[in-house]
């Protein structure tokens, strides 16, 4: 088993819908977990930090399930800007420190 | 600029030279980290560096790769050797402590001829 693991897609959806992401990672050690996303042929960019209590920045919600081990983002009003792949980051500390990524989710958005 | 530096953006080797890619972290971060990432794959994690010290390589190859962030400096990511495997993006990322957000620098594309 992979120890972040992402359905890699595409999704493939109209502007204005509604499209959730999820990431389930096996490690119970995780301790910070990300969301970023990724353009063609370019660097990650931070998209927002995940937190047990869940957190929301303007379209993208983000929610943590620590006893599941699941990670989410729901991105609300998609735009055609919002075409990527999404990163699920996951940090752990097992004897020395590790940041796993994700394969990703690639997500199209058409008009 | 206050972002993750790295260079050369591109760097061109034939097999069996060596590759250097530098990196900068942002501003106030003294935690650094290099990835790997082939066409169409996700990012593998290489190495994790503090000045002076190395945290974590076990995504590091036991031959031919080797890191450093020395006292004063960037960040090396040091290749000898290079095979076409290698032929990859390299990322470099900084962070201001353990477990906080990582920002990424633009990347150096690795090509062996």
């Known amino acids: 088993r992979k120890e972040v693991e992402q359905d890699p897609g595409p999704f493939n959806v109209p502007e204005g819908a509604t499209v959730a992401f999820n990431c389930t990672y096996s490690n119970s050690a995780s301790q910070s977990f990300f969301w970023y996303r990724q353009d063609c042929r370019k660097e990650p960019k931070l998209l927002m930090s995940?937190?047990?209590s869940g957190n929301e920045d303007g379209r993208f919600t983000a929610q943590l399930n620590r006893a599941s081990q699941y990670i989410s983002l729901l991105i609300r009003d998609s735009k055609l800007s919002d075409s990527a792949t999404y990163l699920c980051v996951v940090c752990l500390v097992t004897g020395g420190f590790k940041t796993i990524f994700g394969a990703g989710t690639r997500l199209f958005v058409k008009a | 600029n206050a972002g993750v530096m790295q260079n050369p953006r591109h760097l061109v080797r034939r097999r069996g030279q060596e590759a250097r890619l530098r990196c900068s972290p942002m501003k106030g971060h003294s935690h650094v980290y290099w990835y790997r990432q082939l066409p169409e794959e996700g990012l593998k994690f290489m190495v994790y560096?503090?000045?002076?010290?190395?945290?974590?390589e076990s995504g590091m190859p036991k031959e031919r790769f080797s890191a450093e962030f020395p006292k004063e400096g960037p960040s090396i990511l040091r290749i000898q050797q290079v095979v076409r495997g290698d032929s990859a993006a390299y990322f470099c990322?900084?962070?201001?402590?353990?477990?906080?957000?990582?920002?990424f620098g633009d990347g150096t594309r690795l090509s062996i001829l």
């Open positions: 560096l503090q000045k002076e010290n190395i945290i974590d």
């Open positions: 990322a900084s962070s201001a402590g353990t477990g906080e957000p990582q920002h």
């Open positions: 995940v937190y047990s």
